[in-house]
Nanobody, 116 residues
Framework: QVQLVESGGGLVQPGGSLRLSCAASGFIFSNYGMRWYRQAPGKERELVAGITNAGGSTNYADSVKGRFTISRDDAKNTVYLRMNVLKPEDTAVYYC?????????WGQGTQVTVSS
């Protein structure tokens, strides 16, 4: 059974940091590109960051470049999103995604709220 379980969300003040984790099981994690998406209330889901299998390449939304870092640990079947200098507009539910060819898996999401 495929599972993607996000954790690490919460309430943080503007300028603060969080690290999200996504633990994967039920598939060969190292074969999959991994992505973080987010969806704010009333908005469409948007791609935040991605990392290829083997971690050879990463990409980021312009809005998070220089503040967020995606990484993966294939030994732990886990992908991370380090978020620094958080802003109120980063408030959203963050989703982990695994994709390979026609296979596309999603986690349930973790809430990140940036507020003073």
């Amino acid at each position: 059974q495929v599972q993607l379980v996000e954790s690490g969300g919460g309430l943080v003040q503007p300028g603060g940091s969080l690290r999200l984790s996504c633990a994967a099981s039920g598939f060969i994690f190292s074969n999959y590109g991994m992505r973080w998406y987010r969806q704010a209330p009333g908005k469409e889901r948007e791609l935040v960051a991605g990392i290829t299998n083997a971690g050879g390449s990463t990409n980021y939304a312009d809005s998070v470049k220089g503040r967020f870092t995606i990484s993966r640990d294939d030994a732990k079947n886990t992908v991370y999103l380090r978020m620094n200098v958080l802003k109120p507009e980063d408030t959203a539910v963050y989703y982990c995604n695994a994709r390979r060819l026609m296979q596309n898996y999603w986690g349930q999401g973790t809430q990140v709220t940036v507020s003073s």
